[in-house]
């Protein structure tokens, strides 16, 4: 049966013997280690082994053990699983946000012409206004020109959205506004030209 010896040492140190005594009798124990280690040390050593001897006591149980032992088995493998989903996700996440960063890079490096800007204010006018024929846009380099009639309840909201376009840097608001109320002035109308 091997037995433990702790004596203290100078520093603040503890020395363990640990002996293994043979089985037969009138033979002397078998000296198998003696080391000096920091009290701390020791202390953990012996919390280390309390936790391991509560664990096997608590997997080898007789009667829930089995239980205990495929609970732990259970959750080892769906962790497992889930660990392997989730560095799958974050490695598809990365790829997109590279694949976005090169096109962003990539992009066009000239300005688009005044032709392509024309189509899509023209697109974007086609699903704010009931009449996008009525209105005409003349563009120079950047810079929109919006001429034409436009009903009075469709024309708020539709310079800021025509800026919102992309390329475009200047909108300018020559519409002629049809059906204006009887109590909005010539001063409010201009100011709402001027937007």
Not at 147 to 156: D, I, N, T
Not at 164 to 192: H, I, K, Y
Request: glycine share 8%; hydrophobic share 40%.
């Amino acid at each position: 049966m091997p037995s433990c010896r702790v004596r203290a040492c100078a520093k603040g140190r503890v020395q363990v013997r640990i002996v293994l005594h043979a089985h037969r009798p009138g033979t002397a124990g078998l000296f198998m280690s003696s080391e000096e280690i920091h009290p701390v040390k020791a202390l953990l050593n012996c919390v280390a082994a309390l936790a391991a001897g509560a664990a096997a006591m608590y997997f080898l149980d007789p009667d829930m053990g089995r239980r205990r032992r495929a609970l732990v088995r259970d959750k080892t493998s769906a962790n497992y699983h889930n660990a392997g989903r989730y560095v799958r996700a974050q490695r598809r996440h990365l790829a997109n946000h590279l694949r976005g960063a090169a096109a962003q890079i990539k992009g066009s490096p000239q300005p688009e012409s005044d032709q392509q800007l024309e189509g899509r204010v023209r697109t974007r006018l086609g699903r704010l206004v009931s009449r996008p024929g009525a209105i005409e846009v003349t563009v120079t380099d950047g810079s929109v020109c919006l001429g034409g009639r436009v009903p009075a309840s469709e024309h708020p909201g539709l310079v800021d959205a025509v800026m919102a376009v992309e390329g475009v840097f200047e909108v300018l608001d020559r519409m002629q506004v049809q059906g204006v109320p009887d109590n909005v002035t010539s001063l409010e109308l201009a100011t709402q030209k001027l937007h």
